[in-house]
């Protein structure tokens, strides 16, 4: 399930042409169906540039056809899990699969952003992927006594930790590595990891995740 919050930002960015581009989005509280919109746009436009029909892309993915035609239909709401699945298994970013794609006008971009929740973590993409960098990057929140497991992400995927308040574990290489405001932590996330928070304070902390050229 997921749900919605409001914020606004902007950040400066340099082109390759080293150009100055601002890249502003606002963060709007809209509904569910939107985001099921997008996915299924997403996942129906990535089918057709692969030309895989929903039983290719079940094989690929690990996703079942029924779940997958489910979502390009707007029927059902994909968990976290199911979404990396076909991230994965599409060699793509996950903000690639959960954002539309950016209307831009002369030097300033402007898109739609939604804080999501997926299974216990709350996410919104503060970086898009950039395929120049090889990277994305996310904002997370953890409520008190929230538990968010991961399953691997593709070969050599890392991701970088920033601790921005509260407190947290890391799983990683099957121990728990305890976190707080300001730690940093950079692990390979092509293996099963997770994130906990139990404290009674919420935790919110920034993931970088980097796709080398193998994984995408």
């Excluded at 959960?98 to 999501?116: D, F, G, H, M, T």
């Excluded at 399953?151 to 890391?170: K, L, R, S, T």
Aim: aromatic share 10%; glycine share 6%.
């Amino acid at each position: 399930m997921f749900r919605y919050c409001h914020v606004d930002h902007a950040f400066v960015r340099y082109n390759r042409s080293k150009y100055l581009i601002i890249v502003r989005y606002s963060v709007q509280v809209l509904g569910k169906k939107m985001l099921q919109t997008i996915i299924s746009n997403n996942l129906r436009q990535l089918r057709k540039e692969r030309a895989w029909s929903l039983s290719q892309a079940a094989i690929e993915t690990g996703v079942s056809k029924a779940m997958l035609g489910q979502i390009e239909r707007e029927e059902s709401s994909p968990t976290i899990v199911t979404l990396w699945r076909i991230a994965k298994g599409f060699k793509i970013s996950m903000s690639s699969l959960i954002e539309r794609p950016l209307v831009a006008s002369n030097n300033v971009q402007r898109r739609v952003k939604a804080a999501l929740v997926f299974d216990n973590i709350e996410f919104k993409v503060l970086f898009s992927y950039d395929p120049l960098l090889g990277s994305e990057m996310f904002e997370h929140i953890l409520q008190p006594n929230k538990t968010h497991l991961s399953q691997a992400h593709g070969f050599g995927v890392q991701e970088d930790i920033i601790v921005i308040q509260g407190q947290m574990d890391m799983l990683v290489d099957g121990r728990w590595l305890p976190l707080k405001k300001g730690d940093v932590l950079r692990f390979s996330a092509d293996k099963p990891h997770g994130y906990r928070n139990l404290s009674t304070k919420k935790t919110v902390f920034h993931n970088i995740i980097h796709y080398p050229r193998q994984a995408l």
